[in-house]
Antibody, heavy 116, light 113 residues
Framework: EVHLVESGGGLVKPGGSLRLSCAASGFHFSAYNMNWVRQAPGQGLQWVSSISSSSTYIFYADSVKGRFTISRDNARNSLYLQMNSLRAEDTAVYYC?????????WGQGTLVIVSS | DIVMTQSPESLAVSLGERATINCKSSQSVLDSSNNKNYVAWYQQRPGQSPKLLFYWASTRKAGVPDRFSGSGSGTDFTLTISSLQAEDVAVYYCLQYDTTPLTFGGGTKVEIK
């Protein structure tokens, strides 16, 4: 069974940094592209970033480009999101999702609150 | 960016009745080289993460009840629940994965009338 478990969320002040992690199990992690998707409180889903299976291709939403960095460690079956220069509008639940064409499996999410 | 416009924003349907959700993309998401539409549908129940229902617009994921169906091609797509059950109360989203940035529709909240 596929398991994706996000961690690293919390309360941070504007301008601060956080590093999110996603631990994967139950599938061949190194063969899959991976993504981060976020959901602001009471709002819809917003794609944030994607990384190809071997980290060759990386993409970001314009809203996070230059501030967020996606990475992965296939030996550790882990996905990461380094978030710098955080803003209030980055407040959201952040989900990691595996991609096989569409976004196939999702974790339960980790909440990031950016507030002074 | 491809804009995905979902309608309606909310929908109240009696138990056992049909629910229909529409999603329109601002440009075609049909790849003529493989005749596949790069659209997926997700269900997000209250307090839960999204769950994949359909990919390639109409391919049902294993385990999804057959009262759910996905259809459409090009720019117009539909998710239909043929006979609404209590456990179908959720927000439903469409997603285009043809090009980055991946983009979601705004969501449709389905409730029981």
């Amino acid at each position: 069974e596929v398991h994706l478990v996000e961690s690293g969320g919390g309360l941070v002040k504007p301008g601060g940094s956080l590093r999110l992690s996603c631990a994967a199990s139950g599938f061949h992690f190194s063969a899959y592209n991976m993504n981060w998707v976020r959901q602001a409180p009471g709002q819809g889903l917003q794609w944030v970033s994607s990384i190809s299976s071997s980290s060759t291709y990386i993409f970001y939403a314009d809203s996070v480009k230059g501030r967020f960095t996606i990475s992965r460690d296939n030996a550790r079956n882990s996905l990461y999101l380094q978030m710098n220069s955080l803003r209030a509008e980055d407040t959201a639940v952040y989900y990691c999702a595996s991609q096989d064409g569409s976004l196939e499996d999702w974790g339960q999410g980790t909440l990031v609150i950016v507030s002074s | 960016d491809i804009v995905m416009t979902q309608s309606p924003e909310s929908l109240a349907v009696s138990l056992g009745e049909r629910a229909t959700i529409n999603c329109k993309s601002s440009q075609s998401v049909l790849d003529s080289s493989n005749n596949k539409n790069y659209v997926a549908w997700y269900q997000q129940r209250p307090g839960q993460s999204p769950k994949l229902l359909f990919y390639w617009a109409s391919t049902r994921k294993a385990g999804v009840p057959d009262r759910f169906s996905g259809s459409g091609s090009g720019t117009d797509f539909t998710l239909t629940i043929s006979s609404l059950q209590a456990e179908d109360v959720a927000v439903y989203y469409c997603l285009q994965y043809d090009t980055t940035p991946l983009t979601f529709g705004g969501g449709t909240k389905v409730e029981i009338k």
